[in-house]
């Protein structure tokens, strides 16, 4: 079956520019993740989604990072005046959970941003 | 989520078994074990979980100390195409939701 997409796949932009990273869950998976890897580094949490609403944004690096989910399904982050330590592998990753069971992520390929 | 620990880096031969540790000695009652995989410019791979039993599936199998404590991933028959960063991740189970909070990780470099 199909698995997380991301799009673009690829993203250069300059320094001061918006962008937006798009994802695509596992159709019928109810909450939806956001990392961020920098260049070297481990995976760092962005914020997590269940069904549209996201209880937990702590990750979100400044205000000029958003993200909203709609209709339960596609996810959107926005980074806004992109400054070039926003350059990163963002990943996105679905997984269908009900409270009080285990719940597996599943990740998408990443988008690369490269701030100019 | 628990704190985990692993070694930096491990080498294995191909065609051999690769064994690799992970330490969680904080891990809670309902915390699972989880293991993914990074491959070079690709996105984590899941690989397997467990809670207390001993997990088998197709690509690798979980061993769990009775205690807890510790875990180690083994991958029966490592190929070139294994070579990675495997995460081991302590995540909230239960009640909790499932971020993942991924530490450095082990490479492996599987060779000839």
């Known amino acids: 079956g199909a698995g997380v997409s991301q799009s673009p796949s690829n993203k250069v932009t300059e320094k001061g520019k918006d962008v937006e990273l798009r994802c695509d869950p596992i159709?019928?998976?109810?909450?939806l993740y956001w990392y961020r890897q920098s260049l070297g580094q481990g995976l760092e949490f962005l914020i997590y989604?269940?069904?549209?609403?996201?209880?937990?944004k702590s990750g979100l690096p400044s205000d000029r990072f958003s993200a909203e989910r709609t209709g339960g399904s596609v996810s959107t982050l926005t980074i806004q005046r992109t400054q070039q330590e926003d350059s990163a592998v963002y990943l996105c990753?679905?997984?269908?959970?009900?409270?009080?069971?285990?719940?597996?992520?599943?990740f998408g390929p990443g988008t690369r941003l490269l701030v100019l | 989520d628990a704190k985990t620990t692993q070694p930096t880096s491990m080498d294995c031969a191909e065609g051999r078994a690769a064994n690799l540790p992970c330490n969680h000695s904080?891990?809670?009652?309902?915390?699972?074990v989880y293991w993914y995989r990074q491959i070079h410019s690709q996105g984590p791979q899941y690989i397997i979980h467990?809670?207390?039993n001993n997990e088998t599936n197709e690509m690798a199998s979980l061993i769990i100390t009775e205690d807890r404590k510790s875990s180690t991933l083994i991958l029966p028959h490592a190929t070139l195409r294994d070579t990675a960063v495997y995460y081991c991740?302590?995540?909230?189970?239960?009640?909790?939701?499932?971020?993942?909070?991924f530490g450095q990780g082990t490479i492996l470099t599987v060779h000839p």
């Open positions: 990753a679905s997984s269908f959970r009900r409270t009080g069971q285990q719940e597996t992520q599943y």
């Open positions: 159709s019928g998976h109810t909450a």
């Open positions: 989604f269940q069904g549209n609403s996201a209880p937990d």
């Open positions: 904080t891990i809670s009652g309902n915390e699972y």
């Open positions: 467990g809670l207390k």
């Open positions: 991740i302590a995540g909230a189970g239960g009640t909790s939701y499932g971020k993942l909070t």
